[in-house]
């Protein structure tokens, strides 16, 4: 259920902006023709990210970029060649990531839409949830304290936060002990709130499509997982048993070992093979396990994966030496473009980290503390 336009606090609105326009800088999306006009030049801000186009568009022989930007490897060799400095800056705490010009826009945006929504200005706007400040709107608590408030009563509970996060969620259980039990229990949550799948064990699959046949959640399972070492032809066979069990996503694992070797044909043929056995019923996610590889094998593992046909390309599998990073999702949201979804998985543990993960370019988030994120903690 969407918020309604009373919902929407001002602080609320200008960072949704704020968000979205600093999602579009993360992309390289800004600032090109109109916009450039209209946020004036930013070249002399740290860029997120530095490509081969930015190193020719550069004034003099330094470039800040901020600490962690993604920078491709071919971008790095370009900047050694022409003697640019790409100088790296640390912005102070509490600084906004976007130049003055941004938040003028984002402010002004906001306030627009504010009007157009409510007819009121984003400092007018309202709360209608009256009793869930706290877990809401905490810097009110502050505005109360400060007016001379001893004490504040609230709603002590923490309602799911209705901020469309939830049908980005795959509500994951891939634990070796899970029971039917927690199976269970996982789908009524997932159709509780709303998530876009249940993601289990390829054994549950059939007992989970049964569960949620009257829900709008799909069930997602998982094939040559999680070390993706399989021969193409066992990984195909689960995919095609999984989808006749009544899955109707997949997450592969790309075979690392392949990628690494530089068999790249290989590579597309293991995912080829998976998303033909899984089409058209299934959706065909790919987990690149981006802990193991390199930012050349990143954008490689991508290239491969939009070649063979996949809908997703997927971090982790949460089992391996590390999870989604920002940067990661940031590069592979770059590489595949608009057109495939990225999912971020690993180590998701919270609301703030999988609304970095959104802000990066993830358009799933695989999390086993689903419950938990939607309630904003």
Same mark, same amino acid.
């Given at each position: 259920?969407?918020?309604?336009?009373?919902?929407?606090?001002?602080?609320?609105? +200008?960072?949704?902006?704020?968000?979205?326009?600093?999602?579009?800088?993360?992309?390289?999306?800004?600032?090109?023709?109109?916009?450039?006009?209209?946020l004036?030049?930013?070249?002399?801000?740290?860029?997120?990210?530095?490509?081969?186009?930015?190193? #020719?568009?550069?004034?003099?022989?330094?470039?800040?970029?901020?600490?962690?930007?993604?920078? =491709?490897?071919?971008?790095?060799?370009?900047?050694?060649?022409?003697?640019?400095?790409?100088? =790296?800056? =640390?912005?102070?705490?509490?600084?906004?990531?976007?130049?003055?010009? #941004?938040?003028?826009?984002?402010?002004?945006?906001?306030?627009?839409?504010?009007?157009?929504?409510?007819?009121?200005?984003?400092?007018?706007?309202?709360?209608?949830?009256?009793?869930?400040?706290?877990?809401?709107?905490?810097?009110?608590?502050?505005?109360?304290?400060?007016?001379?408030?001893?004490?504040?009563?609230?709603?002590?509970?923490?309602?799911?936060?209705d901020?469309?996060?939830?049908?980005?969620?795959? &509500?994951?259980?891939?634990?070796?002990?899970?029971t039917?039990?927690?199976?269970?229990?996982?789908?009524?949550? !997932?159709?509780?709130?709303?998530? !876009?799948?249940?993601?289990? &064990?390829?054994?549950?699959?059939?007992?989970?499509?049964?569960?949620?046949?009257?829900?709008?959640?799909?069930?997602?399972?998982?094939?040559?997982?999680?070390?993706?070492?399989? +021969?193409?032809?066992?990984?195909?066979?689960?995919?095609?048993?999984?989808?006749?069990?009544? !899955?109707?996503?997949?997450?592969?694992?790309?075979?690392?070992?392949?990628?690494?070797?530089?068999?790249?044909?290989?590579? +597309? &043929?293991?995912?080829?093979?998976?998303?033909?056995?899984? &089409?058209?019923?299934?959706?065909?996610?790919?987990?690149?396990?981006?802990?193991?590889l390199?930012?050349? #094998?990143?954008?490689?593992?991508?290239?491969?994966?939009?070649?063979?046909?996949?809908?997703?390309?997927?971090?982790?599998?949460?089992?391996?030496?590390?999870?989604?990073?920002t940067?990661?999702? !940031?590069?592979?949201? +770059?590489?595949?473009?608009?057109?495939?979804?990225?999912?971020?998985?690993?180590?998701?543990?919270?609301?703030?980290?999988?609304?970095?993960?959104i802000?990066?370019?993830a358009?799933?988030?695989?999390?086993?503390?689903?419950?938990?994120?939607?309630?904003?903690?």
């Amino acid at each position: 259920m969407a918020k309604t336009p009373a919902s929407f606090t001002a602080a609320e609105l +200008r960072d949704l902006v704020s968000q979205s326009l600093w999602r579009l800088r993360t992309q390289g999306e800004l600032p090109t023709g109109e916009t450039r006009a209209l946020l004036g030049d930013s070249s002399a801000l740290p860029r997120t990210s530095v490509t081969l186009d930015d190193l #020719e568009t550069i004034e003099g022989r330094k470039l800040p970029v901020t600490e962690g930007a993604i920078i =491709t490897p071919a971008a790095r060799d370009r900047a050694r060649e022409l003697g640019i400095d790409l100088v =790296t800056t =640390t912005p102070m705490a509490g600084e906004s990531k976007l130049s003055p010009a #941004e938040e003028s826009l984002v402010a002004s945006l906001a306030d627009q839409l504010a009007r157009d929504l409510s007819g009121s200005s984003a400092d007018e706007l309202t709360c209608s949830c009256r009793t869930e400040c706290l877990t809401k709107c905490p810097q009110r608590i502050v505005l109360i304290a400060e007016a001379g408030a001893d004490r504040i009563g609230i709603n002590g509970s923490a309602p799911p936060l209705d901020d469309g996060i939830a049908p980005l969620i795959d &509500h994951t259980l891939l634990r070796a002990d899970a029971t039917e039990a927690q199976i269970k229990q996982l789908c009524r949550e !997932a159709a509780e709130y709303g998530f !876009a799948s249940v993601c289990i &064990h390829p054994y549950y699959v059939p007992l989970a499509a049964d569960l949620l046949r009257e829900a709008e959640v799909d069930v997602c399972t998982v094939v040559g997982f999680p070390l993706g070492a399989n +021969r193409t032809e066992t990984k195909a066979a689960e995919a095609a048993q999984a989808v006749a069990d009544g !899955a109707t996503e997949i997450d592969m694992v790309i075979n690392v070992g392949a990628l690494k070797s530089a068999r790249y044909d290989w590579a +597309r &043929h293991d995912i080829e093979c998976v998303v033909q056995a899984s &089409h058209p019923d299934a959706i065909v996610k790919v987990i690149l396990e981006t802990a193991l590889l390199t930012d050349d #094998e990143k954008i490689i593992a991508c290239e491969l994966t939009r070649d063979a046909g996949a809908e997703f390309v997927k971090t982790s599998t949460g089992f391996g030496p590390g999870g989604a990073t920002t940067d990661d999702v !940031a590069l592979m949201r +770059r590489t595949v473009g608009s057109g495939m979804g990225v999912k971020a998985s690993g180590g998701i543990g919270d609301r703030q980290k999988a609304a970095e993960m959104i802000a990066a370019g993830a358009t799933r988030i695989g999390a086993s503390a689903g419950v938990r994120i939607v309630r904003g903690l």
